[in-house]
C-alpha cells in the first residue's frame, strides 16, 4: 500500500472543513460528519476553533482507501493564519486546492497557488460549492486557467481527444505518446500530475457529498508514493502541547524510520524519543516505530523547531510569508513583564509566524503578526494557557530595506590579542529573493573554517538596515576576502568583524526603503466604481482596469499596507455594505514616501552602538577605532587583487573623503586624555627607583605623583566640612582604573586556586585580562600590588604592554597607594577603583571616585 501525505489548502469560506468531514466520513473514520457552524467538526476540534467557526490550526487524519493510505493534514484558510498553513507545504506530497464557486479565483487563491508552486507541491483542484447559483463550470476553469495556470485539466469531464491533447501539451514524451496512442495512459497521467504538468480539476458540493466520491478515487488512483532513501531523514513542521502541558513536536518521516526510545539531536545534546504517536484529530495512537512517509508526533525534544531537518535533512527551511505588522503587548501594571514575555515565548515556539520581539531598555514586548485575527487569536490563547490579559496598540507597519547597487562591506576587528577581517560583496536581488549567503574566497587566503564561521554569523542574526534601522533584505552577500591571525584568531573575532563588514557595506551603499503591499480584490457595485478608483489611487495602489458582471464592477490589484489600512470598513460604510475588498500579503516594494518615513522614524545610524560600521585597529599595543568612511584605507586585504570590476564598487571605495582620523575616542565627558598628560602625572612622583630586576621590560621607570603627605582627610567630607557627593560612572567610562591586583586576584575562584600553586602565573592571567579591557575601553588601566614587605623596595611602575603595574614601596599597602591617588585625582578625572576591601571603598568614594567589587567586576570584564 502506498503512503502519502496530502494537504488541504484553501482561502477562507471555501467550505474546506466540510470537504475534510466528508472525506473522513466516507473513508469510515467518522461516522457522521459534523457541521462547522454548529461547532460539531472532527479536525476542528479545539475551543477556539469552535467559538469562531474556522480553522485555526493545522490537524492531522489518517485514512485509508483503495491501494493508498493518506495522511490528511487540513491547514487554515483565513490569510491572517496562512503562515500556519505554509509549515505544513514542508511535508506535503500532494496539495488539494479547495476553490469556492461563488468567490472564483481570489487574491488569497493566487497566493496560495504562488507558494504550492515555490515548493514544488502537486495539485489536485476541487471547485466547491457548485450547487450555488449561477455556479458555471466552464467559466471557472477558464478563470483558473487565466490566473492559476493553463495546464489545469477537467478530469471530472470524459476524457475526449480534447482532454488528452490538453493534457500532454506541457511534456513533448508526453504528446509523442498521444499523437502515437490517440491517448494517455494512467502512468504518464500520474507522471504528469506528479512533475506537475498537468493539475487535475474536480466540481461538486461538499455539503450535499456530490463530487467527493469521484475526488476520493482520484487521490488512489492519479497519485504515487515519493521514493524515499534507507537514510534516516526527517521534518518537523509544527510545535504543540497536549492537555498534559506535554511538548510535541510534528514530523514527516522522509528516510529510513524512527523507533521510541531512540535518541535524536535536540540543541546541543541528544535526546530520548520517549513516545510516538499517529493522531487523527483529538485522538491519537502510541506506536514502537514508524516509517518514511509517515507523519507523526515525538515526544521528548524539548530545542526542536519548525522547519527543522533531521538526519539527511539536516538544516532549516525559512518560510516565504512575513508578518508586515508589528504591535505594542499592553500588560497590566501587576503583572511582570519578564515573566509575560517568557509566557509570549512559549507561544512563539508553537506558533512560528508570531515573531516576539523584547525591548531590554523599556521592559516592553512587542509581536510582529499577519493580521488582526491573529491577534485576538493571541490574545485569547494567553488568557486561556496563562490567564493573563493583554491588548495591543493601533500597530506600525513593518519596513525593510536593500540596496541599489553592489558594494563591498569591510569590517575589521583587532583590538589587543584579537584578530579578524572581512570583506563582502552586497548585490542587490529581485525583490522578494530574500537574503543569499555565499563564499568566494581561495582558501590559500583564508581558510574554509573561517568562511564557513562568516557565512554562519551572516545568517544568524537579522541585520538592520541605516534609513530607519529596519531588516534588510533581497540581497546576496558573498564573502570575497579576510584574514585571521594563527596566534590571536578566535570564533568570536569573525562575529564582530562580520557584523561591521555589513554595517559598513550599507552606510557606504545606496539604500532603498522598501514597504509591505496587499494584492487586493475589490468588488463594487457599478454606482459606486468611481468612488472606488478615486480612493485606490489616493492610496498609490496599481489595479486594473474595472470588469463589470452582473451589475458589479470587479477590480484587482496592490496596495501599500500603509494606506489600505482601515480601508475595507470605509468601502463597507460608501457602499451599505454591498461591496467587499479580499486583501493578502504580496511581498514588499518601493516606498512611496521613503522621506516621510525616514524623518518619521528619526533613526541615527551612527547612535546605534549595537550596530556598529566602524572597525577596530591597533597599534603600539592599543585598539583604535577608524570610521566607517575611513575603513578601505586602513583594512589589510589588498581590494585591488580581488579583481572585482564592476566600477560603481570601485567608485565607492575611491571617492570616500571623510576628516582626519583621531585614533583616540573622546569619552562621555568631553575630556580625552593624551600621552603627555599621562607622563606630567608619572614625571611628578617623589622619588625614582633604580632598575630593579623583574621579568617584564620596564618601558617608564615612573611612579605616578602623588603629593607628600596626601593620605585621604575626613573621608566623607570636602572643602568646608560640606558633604560631598561622589559621581556616578561606568568603570568602563573612566579616565583611569585602579586595580587592586591581590585583592581581585583572591575574590576570583580561577585566580585564587592558579595563584596558590603560582603567584606570578595568577598576575600575568589578571594582567591579561587587564590589557583587554584597555583596549576596548581605552581607559589609563593602572594595576596595584602589595610590595610593603620587601625590605628597602621603592614604588616601581612597569608597563606591561598598554597598561601599568604598580608595586608599592616599603610599608606602604596596596590600599594606601589607591588612596593617595584618588585624593590627588579623583576631582579632576573620572577616576574607577576595583577593589572588594569594605573600609577603602569608603574613603575613595568620599574623593569622587566611582567603585566597583571583585565580583562584579569580573562580569563586566567577562562581557566586554
Not at 493508498?68 to 514542508?90: F, I
Request: proline fraction near 3%; hydrophobic fraction near 40%.
Amino acid at each position: 500500500m502506498k503512503n502519502i501525505t496530502l494537504g488541504i489548502i484553501a482561502h477562507v469560506d471555501s467550505g474546506k472543513t466540510t470537504l475534510s468531514e466528508v472525506i473522513l466520513y466516507r473513508t469510515g473514520i467518522i461516522r457522521s460528519f459534523g457541521r462547522v457552524d454548529k461547532g460539531e467538526s472532527f479536525l476542528d476540534n479545539d475551543s477556539l476553533e469552535r467559538k469562531r467557526g474556522i480553522t485555526i490550526y493545522s490537524k492531522q487524519a489518517v485514512f485509508s482507501y483503495g491501494d493508498t493510505k493518506v495522511n490528511l493534514l487540513d491547514t487554515p484558510g483565513h490569510a491572517d493564519l496562512s503562515a500556519e498553513m505554509e509549515r505544513t507545504l514542508q511535508v506535503l506530497d500532494y496539495a488539494l486546492l479547495i476553490i469556492s464557486a461563488g468567490d472564483g479565483i481570489t487574491g488569497q487563491s493566487e497566493n496560495l497557488w504562488r507558494l504550492l508552486e515555490k515548493y514544488g507541491i502537486p495539485v489536485l483542484i476541487f471547485f466547491n460549492k457548485m450547487d450555488m447559483p449561477d455556479s458555471d463550470r466552464e467559466s471557472l476553469l477558464d478563470e483558473a486557467r487565466r490566473r492559476l495556470s493553463d495546464r489545469i485539466a477537467d478530469f471530472g469531464a470524459e476524457r475526449t481527444d480534447e482532454f488528452y491533447d490538453h493534457a500532454a501539451m506541457g511534456d513533448e514524451d508526453s504528446m509523442e505518446e498521444y499523437l502515437s496512442e490517440g491517448k494517455l495512459s494512467d502512468d504518464t497521467i500520474k507522471d504528469l500530475i506528479a512533475d506537475r504538468k498537468v493539475f487535475p480539476a474536480f466540481f461538486g458540493s461538499a455539503l450535499k457529498d456530490e463530487g467527493v466520491g469521484e475526488l476520493i478515487n482520484a487521490i488512489d488512483e492519479l497519485t504515487l508514493e515519493r521514493d524515499y532513501p534507507e537514510e534516516f531523514g526527517a521534518r518537523v513542521f509544527k510545535i504543540f502541547r497536549d492537555d498534559s502541558g506535554r511538548r510535541l513536536t510534528m514530523m514527516k518521516i522522509t528516510g529510513g524510520s524512527l523507533k521510541a526510545r531512540s535518541t535524536l539531536p535536540d540543541g546541543e545534546t541528544l535526546s530520548k524519543i520517549n513516545q510516538i504517536r499517529i493522531y487523527s484529530g483529538d485522538r491519537f495512537e502510541t506506536v514502537p516505530e514508524v516509517f518514511a512517509g509517515d507523519v507523526c508526533a515525538v515526544e521528548g525534544l524539548n530545542e526542536s523547531h519548525a522547519g527543522q531537518g533531521f538526519g539527511y535533512e539536516s538544516g532549516s527551511v525559512l518560510p516565504v510569508l512575513m508578518p508586515v505588522m508589528r504591535y505594542r503587548a499592553v500588560i497590566g501594571a501587576d503583572k511582570d513583564p519578564v515573566i509575560c514575555c517568557r509566557q509570549f515565548r512559549i507561544i512563539e515556539e508553537e506558533n512560528p509566524e508570531l515573531y516576539v520581539d523584547w525591548d531590554e531598555e523599556t521592559k516592553e514586548i512587542y509581536v510582529r503578526v499577519m493580521g488582526e485575527v491573529q491577534l485576538e487569536v493571541l490574545s485569547e490563547v494567553l488568557k486561556r494557557r496563562f490567564d493573563l490579559d493583554v491588548t495591543f496598540d493601533t500597530g506600525e507597519v513593518i519596513y525593510r530595506e536593500t540596496i541599489e547597487a553592489p558594494v563591498i562591506g569591510a569590517g575589521h576587528f583587532e583590538p589587543l590579542r584579537h584578530y579578524a577581517e572581512v570583506i563582502l560583496l552586497m548585490e542587490p536581488l529581485e525583490a522578494g529573493s530574500g537574503l543569499e549567503f555565499a563564499a568566494d574566497v581561495d582558501t590559500d587566503l583564508l581558510a574554509l573554517n573561517w568562511q564557513r564561521l562568516i557565512l554562519t554569523h551572516l545568517a544568524e542574526k537579522e541585520h538592520r538596515g541605516v534609513l530607519t534601522g529596519s531588516v534588510i533584505t533581497d540581497m546576496r552577500i558573498t564573502v570575497i576576502g579576510g584574514r585571521a591571525d594563527k596566534k590571536h584568531t578566535e570564533g568570536g573575532d569573525f562575529r564582530k568583524a562580520t557584523y561591521r563588514a555589513v554595517r559598513q557595506g550599507l552606510m557606504m551603499a545606496k539604500n532603498v526603503l522598501l514597504e509591505p503591499y496587499f494584492s487586493f480584490k475589490l468588488r463594487v457595485p457599478a454606482a459606486n466604481v468611481g468612488r472606488a478608483m478615486t480612493d485606490l489611487d489616493r492610496m498609490n495602489a496599481v489595479f486594473s482596469v474595472p470588469e463589470n458582471s452582473s451589475g458589479y464592477a470587479l477590480i484587482s490589484g496592490r496596495v501599500p499596507v500603509r494606506e489600505a489600512a482601515g480601508y475595507p470598513m470605509e468601502l463597507a460604510a460608501y457602499t451599505k455594505g454591498l461591496g467587499s475588498m479580499t486583501m493578502v500579503p504580496d511581498g514588499y516594494g518601493r516606498c512611496r514616501d521613503s522621506e516621510g518615513v525616514i524623518a518619521s522614524k528619526g533613526y541615527d545610524p551612527l547612535a546605534d552602538t549595537a550596530n556598529t560600521p566602524d572597525s577596530v585597529f591597533c597599534a603600539r599595543g592599543s585598539g583604535y577605532i577608524v570610521p566607517y568612511d575611513r575603513v578601505y584605507e586602513y583594512i589589510h586585504t589588498d581590494l585591488d587583487a580581488l579583481r572585482i570590476e564592476k566600477k560603481d564598487i570601485e567608485d565607492v571605495i575611491s571617492g570616500a573623503e571623510v576628516p582626519v582620523l583621531d585614533t583616540r575616542r573622546t569619552r562621555s565627558s568631553g575630556y580625552s586624555l593624551g600621552t603627555e598628560e599621562i607622563d606630567s602625572i608619572i614625571s611628578g612622583t617623589t622619588g625614582r627607583n633604580a632598575a630593579a630586576a623583574h621579568k617584564w621590560k620596564s618601558k617608564r621607570k615612573k611612579t605616578f605623583g602623588l603629593q607628600a603627605g596626601g593620605a585621604a582627610n575626613s573621608a566623607m567630607h570636602g572643602k568646608g566640612g560640606k558633604t560631598f557627593v561622589p559621581s556616578v560612572f561606568q568603570p568602563e567610562d573612566a579616565d583611569y582604573l585602579l586595580v587592586d591586583g591581590y585583592n581581585v586576584i583572591f575574590a576570583w575562584d580561577d585566580l585564587k586556586e592558579l595563584a596558590l600553586d603560582n603567584m606570578d602565573a595568577a598576575r600575568i592571567s589578571l594582567l591579561e585580562k587587564l590589557c583587554n579591557w584597555q583596549a576596548v575601553t581605552e581607559s589609563e588601566v593602572i594595576a596595584v600590588f602589595d610590595a610593603y614587605r620587601v625590605k628597602g623596595h621603592d614604588t616601581e611602575v612597569l608597563d606591561y604592554l598598554n597598561i601599568h603595574v604598580v608595586f608599592t614601596k616599603e610599608a606602604e599597602t596596596a590600599d594606601q597607594y589607591i588612596e593617595k591617588f584618588a585624593h590627588a585625582h579623583g576631582k579632576k578625572h573620572k577616576v574607577a577603583v576595583v577593589t572588594s576591601d569594605g573600609l577603602e571603598q569608603i574613603i575613595i568614594r568620599g574623593e569622587g571616585c566611582s567603585l566597583v567589587s571583585s565580583r562584579d567586576f569580573r562580569k563586566k570584564i567577562e562581557l566586554i
